[in-house]
């Protein structure tokens, strides 16, 4: 995993922590906590998928009904990596 891959990853366990589990999110605010590029958070959060741990879903929808687009989400074995990393 690389550094890109893992800033990604644990910015969607901080978003999971704060939101709660089964959320997923757009690339927009993973730039934003991490301070990479959109295309440098694609490649990255794409490779974290591929790996199981986050994952990918179309068609989602606010609480109101209304399409919000796509977005990823972390995955237990994500969140329990993350876990596991030391915190300074």
């Known amino acids: 995993m690389t550094e890109?891959?893992?800033a990604c990853l644990v910015a969607l366990h901080r978003m999971t922590s704060e939101y709660?589990?089964?959320?997923?999110?757009?690339?927009?605010?993973?730039?934003?906590?991490?301070g990479l590029s959109r295309k440098v958070v694609?490649?990255?959060i794409r490779r974290l998928a591929r790996s199981g741990l986050a994952e990918y879903s179309r068609?989602?929808?606010?609480?109101?009904g209304m399409v919000a687009g796509a977005?990823?989400?972390?995955t237990r074995a994500g969140?329990?990596?993350v876990e596991a990393m030391p915190h300074e």
Do not use: C, H, K, W
């Not at 068609?59 to 109101?64: G, I, P, R, V």
């Not at 977005?71 to 972390?74: D, K, L, M, P, T």
């Open 4 to 6: 890109n891959d893992n």
């Open 20 to 34: 709660g589990e089964n959320q997923y999110f757009p690339f927009r605010p993973i730039e934003r906590i991490t």
């Open 42 to 44: 694609r490649v990255s």
């Open 59 to 64: 068609a989602l929808t606010t609480e109101d």
């Open 71 to 74: 977005g990823y989400a972390i």
């Open 79 to 81: 969140y329990n990596l």
